[in-house]
């Protein structure tokens, strides 16, 4: 058993103690952890306070997106109601670049419908690291820089800028 699918029982407990445990490992991991993304994001919206907690350190400093992932994070995007989850998602997608190109219409639904201005900054960032591949949100984000609140608007001015750039 590799350590990938020891983590991944351990997320996928019923266990509140085992999930912190095996978030709590992740966190600590020096290298990159791969294939347990989606869990993680998860368990940002998880109804306990120490396994959000944990699952953003692990997600902040540890967890690595595969590409293989862009579908599922663009899907908790779409599907979740919950602003951690959307904030970690959009951070996941925005830290592939290019290679989640695919996700451009979830990102800009978050940055449109999401209560959770966090997430919302953060899906305006990850159209910015997608770069040319986002050039159909410009009109998304040129809406948003005109009317919201100032550091959003201050990324979505950004975002064009560096989309435009990058085309």
């Known amino acids: ?6 983590w991944a029982r351990g997320l996928a407990s019923g266990s ?17 952890v791969t294939g347990v993304t989606i869990l993680c994001v998860q368990m940002a919206g998880d109804s306990d ?22 579908d599922s994070l663009a899907d908790l995007l779409r599907h979740s109601d ?3 989850i959307d904030y970690w998602a959009a951070t996941m997608l925005g830290r592939l670049k290019t290679q989640a190109a695919a996700a ?7 940055v449109v419908n999401s209560m959770y ?4 900054e953060r899906a305006v960032w990850a159209l910015a690291e997608i770069g040319p591949a986002a050039a159909d949100a410009i009109q998304t984000l040129e809406t948003t820089a005109e009317a919201a609140p100032p550091r959003l608007k201050r990324l979505a001015k950004e975002a064009i800028k560096s989309i435009g750039n990058a085309a």
Do not use: F, Y
């Open 1 to 6: 058993m590799d350590a990938n699918s020891d």
């Open 16 to 32: 509140v103690d085992e999930r912190i445990a095996t978030l709590r490992k992740i966190s600590n991991q020096s290298d990159p």
């Open 49 to 70: 306070d120490d396994v959000r907690m944990w699952a953003a350190e692990a997600l902040a400093h540890a967890v690595t997106p595969l590409p293989a992932e862009v």
């Open 82 to 84: 919950d602003g951690e």
């Open 104 to 110: 451009v219409d979830a990102l800009q639904s978050c």
């Open 117 to 120: 201005l966090p997430a919302r």
